[in-house]
């Protein structure tokens, strides 16, 4: 069965440490990933995704994530947090074979102390 | 340009009710989607809407039906609601629903309380 794991509920930083949000994922077909974000109050909203190519992929705000095939992993980082970075974070991966079905983690909670 | 836009933004409704919720993509965009998010859980996929046809559909009981306008806007329906069936209804857009080429854009969401 399709799944997308994240390791980490709940994350807790201080500004300006460095970030990385595990996300492993269980998928026969084509892969593309995504990660999601959502602020407080505010809908979820794309930070980066990774089609093809570059394994390494930069998104908006300083997050990168890195596609490693042979680990089934796709994981978020950002060298510096800031407060401002605090919200949740959300895997996915697009099912082709059921439509495009999105099939997200069960999401990571950051949160940064000023 | 306007993102997914969703009405209503909240609605309180009881067990047994019926429900409509409202999703507008952005321009351009012929496919919908429709995410269920239940608190402390990531979004799922209920339907997926391309050219007014059904493309995929997820785990949902037939109390959940949808369909897709010509103009691309789409209504999901929810029959017989369930306290259960209380979350937040998040509505997704993309431009061509292809293998290696699609990337949903999500709208705020309507929020459903079922007492």
């Known amino acids: 069965a399709q799944s997308v794991s994240q390791h980490n509920h709940h994350v807790i930083l201080s500004e300006a440490a460095s970030l990385e949000l595990g996300c492993n994922y269980s998928y026969g077909g084509t892969v593309n990933l995504f990660w999601y974000v959502q602020y407080p109050g505010q809908h979820l909203q794309l930070l980066l995704k990774y089609f093809s190519g570059d394994p390494l992929v930069k998104g908006i705000k300083g997050f990168e994530a890195e596609f490693i095939k042979s680990k089934f992993s796709f994981n978020l980082r950002k060298p510096s947090v800031q407060w401002s970075d605090t919200a949740e974070y959300f895997c996915?991966?697009?099912?082709?074979?059921?439509?495009?079905?999105?099939?997200f983690g069960q999401g990571t909670e950051l949160s940064v102390k000023p | 340009d306007a993102g997914v836009t969703q009405s209503p933004t909240h609605l309180i409704k009881t067990r047994g009710q019926h429900v409509t919720l409202r999703c507008s993509p952005i321009?351009?965009?012929?496919?919908v989607s429709w995410y269920q998010q239940v608190l402390g859980q990531g979004p799922q996929f209920i339907f997926q809407?391309?050219?007014?046809?059904?493309?995929g559909r997820g785990n949902f009981p037939d109390r959940f039906s949808a369909r897709q306008f010509p103009n691309y806007s789409s209504e999901l329906n929810v029959n017989a609601l369930l306290l259960g069936d209380s979350a937040l209804y998040l509505c997704?857009?993309?431009?061509?629903?292809?293998?290696?080429?699609?990337?949903?854009?999500f709208g705020p969401g309507t929020r459903l309380l079922v007492l």
């Open positions: 997704a857009s993309s431009t061509y629903p292809g293998e290696g080429l699609e990337t949903q854009y």
């Open positions: 321009s351009g965009h012929k496919s």
């Open positions: 996915a991966v697009i099912n082709y074979n059921q439509g495009g079905k999105l099939i």
């Open positions: 809407y391309y050219e007014k046809e059904e493309r």
